[in-house]
């Protein structure tokens, strides 16, 4: 299973984030995973975003909840991360990972760093 | 501020035992038997070596081993090798909010 992040690299201060990732291997409405995002800061730790399920249901992280929203678009096999009002703090190296049951994630894309400037 | 709370470094010399910690509450770590560890060297994306406590995917060496007492989870690499060096994240599910949180990450050093 291979997971691949694509999108713009640079966003402007108070504009939306948008990425999408693109699953082969596996299918996303394989309900045995939790299709999700997760951010590294330069050269810090990692932070849980969220996920999106083939249910449909999302869970978000409360410090972000405000601001995110995922979607999934299964007849192209890929999920998607908006993350709206951005600044600063939200550049990062960006994730996108397939969360298997219980609680562990599996599989990785390579990563997408996604820097807010003006 | 990160979550669960790990030793900035580790080191050991080759073929040496390295433990690395990582420390949380009763409400992730002491209250679930859900955590994991991943590896992730630089520039590359983190990968999964232990879960659900003790359990190692397919393809792990089992130098790598882990366990759990209270709310403080450890990671041991046994035998160091120099491809062991790399960051460390430990995981953990923290159930009150439905969230998967992190360590701050340990680089472990292989002198």
């Known amino acids: 299973v291979q997971l691949q992040e694509s999108g713009p690299g640079l966003v402007k201060p108070s504009q939306t984030l948008s990425l999408t990732c693109t699953v082969s291997?596996?299918?996303?409405?394989?309900?045995?995973?939790?299709w999700s995002w997760i951010r590294q800061h330069p050269g810090k730790g990692l932070e849980w975003i969220g996920y999106i399920h083939s249910s449909g249901h999302s869970y978000y992280n409360p410090s972000l909840k405000s601001r995110v929203i995922t979607s999934a678009d299964t007849s192209k096999n890929q999920f998607s991360l908006r993350l709206s009002s951005v600044t600063a703090a939200d550049t990062a190296v960006y994730y996108c990972?397939?969360?298997?049951?219980?609680?562990?994630?599996?599989?990785w894309g390579h990563g997408t760093l996604v820097t807010v400037s003006s | 501020q990160s979550a669960l709370t790990q030793p900035p470094s580790a080191s050991g010399s080759p073929g040496q035992s390295v433990t690395i910690s990582c420390t949380g509450t009763s409400s992730d770590i002491g209250g679930y038997n859900y955590v994991s560890w991943y590896q992730q060297h630089p520039g590359k994306a983190p990968k999964l070596i232990i879960y659900?406590?003790?359990k190692r995917p397919s393809g792990v060496p089992d130098r790598f081993s882990a366990s759990k007492s209270g709310s403080t989870a450890s990671l041991t690499v046994s035998g160091l090798q120099a491809e062991d060096e790399a960051d460390y994240y430990c995981s953990s599910y923290a159930g009150s909010n439905n969230l998967r949180v992190f360590g701050g990450g340990t680089k472990l050093t292989v002198l």
């Open positions: 659900e406590v003790i």
């Open positions: 291997g596996d299918s996303i409405s394989n309900s045995e995973y939790y």
């Open positions: 990972a397939g969360e298997a049951w219980p609680y562990y994630f599996d599989y």
